[in-house]
Every structure is written in C-alpha cells, then in structure tokens.
C-alpha cells in the first residue's frame, strides 16, 4: 500500500514538474516570430506586384490567431507573475485579445494585481469590449474635425440615419485598400438614410489630412491624432483596424465589423438590405 501511495505521489510530482516546465512565453514569441516573418514574404510579394490571394490570407488567419491564443495562454497561467504583468502591459498582444480570453485572465488575478491601475485598465476593456457590441446604444466621441471644429458623434448617430462609423488611418494598408470600394457606397447610398462617420486614428494631423485627400474621403471626419490612445479607439475597444460599426437610425448599434463581416462585399450586401 506504502508502495502505490508513493508511485502516486510520485507521478503526481512529476506531472506538475513538467506542467511547471512549460514554456508559454517562449511558444507564443515563436508563435509571433513565424506570423511577423510571413507578414515579411506578404510585403515583399506585394512589392513584387503580387497579389494576396485567399489562401494566402487564410494563412495568416491563422497564425494571428494562433498567435493571439498562445499569448492569452501564457498570460492565463502567468498573470500573477510580475514579469508576465509588465508584458502584458507592454505587447500589442494585450490589445488583440478577446473579451473572453482577457476575463479569462481577469478571473485568474490574485488580490496583488487587481489592486494594480493595469488591472483596472484591462477590466474597463472588458467592459468598453462588451457594451461596443450590437444591441447596444451608441457610445458619444467627441474630437476635431480636418478644419480644427469639435465635433460629436451625436451630430450624426441616432439623427434619423444609418450610420456607418469607421476605424481607420492613412498609415493603414488594409483601410486604404477597402477605400474605393467605400468611396463608391458612399455615393450610392449618402442621398437616402445613410452617412459615414471617420474616426482616424492616425497621430499626425498632416498624415491625417493627406490621406483624406489622396483617398476621396468627403464624408464626416474627426480625429484626436492620439492614435491607439485616442478616446474614441478606448470606448469602443478598437484592436485592430479597419473598425466599423453600423447604427441604426435610433442610434442602436446593430453590426460590428468581425472577419470581414462589415468590409468589402459584405458591407454591399448590408446597406443594400437596409437602405432601399
């Protein structure tokens, strides 16, 4: 009997040895490694004057997700390590995570880090995250537009219209791409129940300016140039760009863009189901 109880113990010591032994920092830096250098071949394919064909984009899919989940992961079974705190606070990775994924890390928190301002931080993301998503009002965003004027979202969300509300920078390939095409249902739809509210978040007023220029961008802009920091990119939990959300005419949030869901074709479709 003394000798079972022993080999348990014994295999028990050794699997939390090996749990210990894991890893999961340096799994989720090889993670970003292999998607920042496949980031690399997509530019230099793209400088080459190739094109970035679905399969292609799958792939990277999956790498930023791979990668996303591995940093979720580490920070899961690491959040009350000091050093896990302050790469948390510092990596691009934080930012990306979804709601679920950052509870996840919420939930494992002892009573040190809650008592942190980067705790308090992350579980206003949580919550800017959760009340962003349709079936939720509108949040207001105050900032200037091209000219200097302060301007609000509430000039234009909840007046009567939808209201396309849009995430993006000059410095940002995959908005300028989606451009023309937004351009084209701008001048569609801007003379029925439709307006297009842009929110740059862009850090150089000059950068901001040109941009709106070079890409025929007429409809209503502001920004802070704050970039990531700005206010308005904070109350609706902006990760990534492009960011677009649609309001209703009551001001309602009814769709939120998610893999491409709000973008391109897809936002075709959704206006010319909407706005007759």
């Known amino acids: 009997m003394k000798h079972r109880i022993y080999a348990l113990c014994l295999v028990l010591a050794l699997a939390?040895?090996?749990?210990?032994?894991?890893?999961?920092?340096?799994?989720?830096?090889?993670?970003e490694a292999s998607l920042n250098a496949f980031e690399e071949e997509l530019t230099a394919l793209q400088a080459d004057g190739g094109q970035i064909v679905a399969e292609l984009e799958a792939k990277y899919d999956s790498l930023y997700e791979k990668t996303k989940a591995d940093y979720a992961q580490y920070f899961e079974n690491n959040i009350n390590d000091t050093t896990a705190q302050r790469i948390f606070g510092e990596t691009k990775w934080a930012r990306r995570l979804s709601v679920d994924q950052l509870?996840?890390?919420?939930?494992?928190?002892?009573a040190e880090f809650k008592a942190t301002e980067l705790y308090q931080k992350t579980a206003e993301r949580v919550n800017n995250i959760q009340t962003s998503q349709p079936g939720h009002p509108f949040k207001e965003i105050v900032a200037e537009n091209p000219q200097g004027q302060e301007i609000k979202l509430s000039d234009y969300a909840g007046k009567g219209k939808y209201v396309l509300l849009d995430f993006w920078a000059s410095w940002c390939p995959p908005c300028r791409a989606d451009m023309p095409q937004v351009v084209e249902l701008y001048n569609k739809y801007k003379n029925k129940n439709f307006e297009i509210v842009?929110?740059?978040?862009?850090?150089?007023?000059d950068d901001w300016k040109k941009g709106l220029t070079a890409l025929h961008m007429t409809w209503p802009q502001m920004s802070a140039c704050q970039g990531w920091e700005s206010q308005g990119a904070k109350s609706y939990a902006v990760n990534s760009i492009p960011c677009t959300l649609l309001i209703d005419p009551q001001g309602n949030i009814i769709a939120r863009e998610k893999n491409g869901s709000l973008r391109g074709d897809a936002l075709a479709a959704k206006l010319a189901e909407l706005i007759k």
């Open 16 to 31: 939390t040895a090996c749990q210990k032994k894991v890893d999961y920092l340096g799994i989720a830096q090889a993670s």
């Open 198 to 205: 842009g929110y740059s978040l862009d850090s150089n007023s």
């Open 103 to 110: 509870q996840s890390i919420l939930d494992k928190s002892g």
